[in-house]
């Protein structure tokens, strides 16, 4: 079992950055897979970008060059850096946790981002 809370979203112009951190109840050492969704309103929910534990990282083509997804192990805190952001970003993104591969999926509360032209 684990608990996310994410922070971070908030209102930005396009062109402008925003740093979403998710914070997990437990250590995030060794957790198979770490990642960020987003989806926007009457639309399906999307892969942003995901980590293994290994440290490999995979982005959506639309955020590649944009986002970055990092870790803190101290802090048990996975960030979500955004950057150039675009009116097509406005989402709510969702941190995820997948503990082992055969493991369920944890989800956060989301976060509300929103880029205004």
């Known amino acids: 079992q684990v608990q996310l809370v994410e922070s971070g979203g908030g209102l930005v112009q396009a062109g402008g950055s925003l740093r979403l951190s998710c914070t997990a109840s437990?250590?995030?050492?060794?957790?198979?897979?770490m990642g960020w969704y987003r989806q926007a309103p009457g639309k399906q929910r999307d892969l942003v970008a995901i980590?293994?534990?290994?440290?490999?990282?995979n982005y959506a083509d639309s955020v590649k060059g944009r986002f970055t997804i990092s870790r803190d192990n101290a802090k048990n805190t996975v960030y979500l850096q955004m950057s150039n952001l675009k009116p097509e970003d406005t989402a709510v993104y969702y941190c995820?946790?997948?503990?082992?591969?055969?493991?369920?999926?944890?989800w956060g509360q989301g976060t509300q981002v929103t880029v205004s032209l």
């Open positions: 995820m946790n997948k503990i082992t591969a055969s493991s369920r999926e944890y």
């Open positions: 437990r250590s995030i050492l060794g957790i198979y897979a």
């Open positions: 980590m293994s534990s290994g440290g490999s990282k």
